[in-house]
């Protein structure tokens, strides 16, 4: 006689992966159309809300605006981990333009930047090599991966809003030439690096609210970072 | 294939000792699944474009976390596995509930394993850039093909005494490997956090 209960464990560990497959498939579009939803009172954002902007597709008969306020994707800030959980990737978009930082909080970093198109995709370059590609779904969240010194990190970052995002602070502490850029999560961990002179290392938490940082002895004050 | 007449197989009551006229499909379906899990899984790995993260569950800081705990779970009851296959083989003393004991942690070991592998194939893929994933990557598949032909397997009787703790052991080496090369690595870089 054969025993079934191998057989309905293997069965088990199928369903539970299909499942899990199909939750994962179908949940990014999901949760984003539930959370636009949500998101579409309080955010009220000025010109062109995430929701509309997102969901219609650029129509062949849009003319390309000279207004950058008309572009079609809408200003905001994004901020996320890395899939691998060992960095942070923050993305600020304004007027068709998107500045990112990415950051593992002790020794990689990068700063990337370029356009962004249309349909909310995005490919940033930085002077060291790194490349960011990305999409924007429904306006609620930056999907892609970041390629650096040879990896690739998937990422997801979902919109931020003050003080989460992305802050960065320049200045000379004497005589070294500081660089700190830091992201802020939503959940209000921080991932920062502090480059001394081309050295970098782990920085100091900034006070979100106001951006202060105390950087070897010397009171900076961090800024939102804008393409 | 031949059997060891003093094989364990005589301490392990509800299966009658190996006999010499095995057929072949015996060893070979489970074989050939076992491949085929493997390598369908490897192959989704790299065909299927990384998503990033997929899911997470309420009251943990990130995914990593959560499949940090869950393969330190599966790892858990793997050593149960360990423990209680000693004990239905008598060689170790052992509860006349061992056996299930035995299959119970099993079962549980491998369901909460296949969330951790779903998010891995779905999220990240078959990658191997460091030396650390690629292991990771193949004793991933690996782990999965090698549980389905223990699975298997266990439907037959009349097999070789050393075949079934083969085989198991395989699959224990697997999960702690992964283990080691996930998890532990996780709470290491990251921190032991929930």
């Known amino acids: 006689m ?25 949940s990014g579009t999901k949760t984003v159309s539930s959370s636009t939803q949500r998101e ?21 008969t ?15 800030s994004y901020a996320g981990r890395t899939a691998d959980d060992t960095a942070s990737v923050a993305v ?5 333009k998107a500045v990112a930082y990415f950051c593992d909080g002790r020794y990689k970093e990068a700063w990337l930047r370029g356009p962004v198109k249309d349909d909310g995709s995005m490919k940033l370059t930085a002077p060291n090599g790194a490349e960011l590609d990305g999409k924007i779904e429904q306006g609620k969240k930056i999907r892609g991966t970041v390629k650096d010194e040879g990896r690739k990190y998937a990422f997801t ?5 003050k003080p989460s995002g992305l802050w960065r602070a320049t200045a000379k502490v004497r005589g070294a030439k500081i660089d700190g850029g830091w992201i802020v999560l939503p959940n209000g961990r921080q991932t920062g690096i502090v480059t001394r002179d081309g050295k970098a290392a782990s920085a100091p938490r900034i006070d979100p609210e106001t951006g202060a940082v105390t950087v070897d002895g010397q009171q900076l004050t961090a800024q939102p970072v804008t393409p | 294939m031949t059997a060891d007449p ?30 085929a899990v493997a390598v369908g899984l490897g192959v989704y790995g790299k065909v299927h474009d990384p998503a990033g993260t997929a899911f997470n569950l309420a009251g943990f800081s990130s995914t990593g976390a959560v499949k940090s705990w869950l393969a330190t779970t599966a790892f858990f009851f793997a050593l149960v596995q360990v423990v209680s296959a000693f004990m239905v083989y008598g060689r170790l003393p052992g509860p006349s509930w061992s056996a299930t004991l035995h299959r119970w942690s099993g079962r549980i070991a491998f369901l909460v394993a296949v969330p951790v592998a779903v998010h ?10 460091s030396t650390r994933v ?5 004793l991933g598949c690996a782990f999965f093909g090698a549980f389905s032909a223990k699975m298997l397997l266990l439907r037959s009787e009349r097999l070789p005494g050393w075949l079934l703790p083969l085989v198991g052991g395989l699959v224990f080496t697997a999960l702690t490997l992964l283990w080691l090369t996930s998890a532990l690595w996780f709470f290491r870089t990251v921190g032991v956090t929930t």
């Not at chain 1, 849009?62 to 905001?76: D, E, L």
């Not at chain 1, 600020?92 to 068709?96: L, Q, S």
């Not at chain 1, 970052?157 to 809003?161: L, R, S």
């Not at chain 2, 891995?120 to 850039?129: D, S």
Request: one cysteine or more; aromatic letters at 6%; a positive charge.
């Open chain 1, 2 to 26: 054969k025993r079934p209960g191998p057989l309905l464990t293997l069965l088990a560990g199928l369903v539970l992966g299909l499942f899990m497959l199909t939750l994962n498939a179908t």
């Open chain 1, 92 to 96: 600020t978009v304004r007027d068709g």
């Open chain 1, 40 to 60: 579409a009172s309080p955010s009220a954002s000025p010109s062109a809300s995430p929701k509309k902007s997102a969901n219609t597709p650029p129509t062949p």
């Open chain 1, 157 to 161: 970052a979902d919109k931020a809003v």
């Open chain 2, 6 to 35: 003093n094989a364990a197989t005589q301490s392990f009551p509800p299966r009658p000792p190996a006999r010499p006229h095995d057929s072949p499909a015996r060893y070979l379906v489970p074989a050939l699944v076992a491949a």
């Open chain 2, 134 to 138: 690629m292991w990771h990557s193949l």
């Open chain 1, 62 to 76: 849009v003319t390309p605006s000279p207004t950058p306020s008309k572009t079609p994707v809408a200003n905001a």
């Open chain 2, 120 to 129: 891995c194939l779905y999220a990240f893929g078959y990658q191997t850039y």
